[in-house]
């Protein structure tokens, strides 16, 4: 029990600082600090899931969900945070924006599967998304 408390805690912690970084990097983006943001998310990623931006745009498509949600342990909440930040840097002519909008839509869509809802802010995001690929 103490233990399911820890990994439950991690996670709660995980979701509060993906949302504190999306905060920070709209904040950098309005103020036109663009290179500044890509490293603090950058460092965030590695401290929290071992992982980059760099290694997110890596991971083999077939297998990106899985990997975030079975190896990292990232809620549906906190991939909803991780797809609003790649788009954030891919918005931000990042040299592989293609890839990482590619990537968004995978946890789009799959958060449209694996919700009962449907939000009307995601889907304006993901044809948005499709119109830059």
Avoid at 8 to 32: E, H, P, T, W, Y
Avoid at 64 to 71: A, E, P, R, S, V
Avoid at 82 to 107: G, P, R, T
Avoid at 110 to 129: C, F, G, N, V
């Amino acid at each position: 029990m103490i233990r399911q408390d820890f990994i439950i805690k991690q996670i709660n912690q995980l979701g509060q600082v993906l949302a504190r970084l999306l905060s920070d990097l709209q904040g950098l983006k309005s103020s036109g600090q663009k290179s500044a943001g890509l490293e603090i998310t950058n460092q965030t990623l590695k401290n929290e899931l071992d992982l980059d931006v760099q290694d997110l745009i890596d991971i083999p498509t077939d297998n990106f969900i899985d990997t975030l949600t079975d190896q990292k342990n990232i809620t549906i909440e906190s991939l909803e945070k991780l797809a609003e930040i790649l788009v954030l840097i891919a918005d931000n002519n990042h040299e592989d924006s293609q890839i990482m909008y590619q990537k968004c839509v995978l946890i789009y869509e799959y958060l449209e599967k694996a919700e009962d809802s449907y939000t009307l802010h995601r889907q304006w995001i993901l044809q948005r998304i499709k119109k830059e690929l």
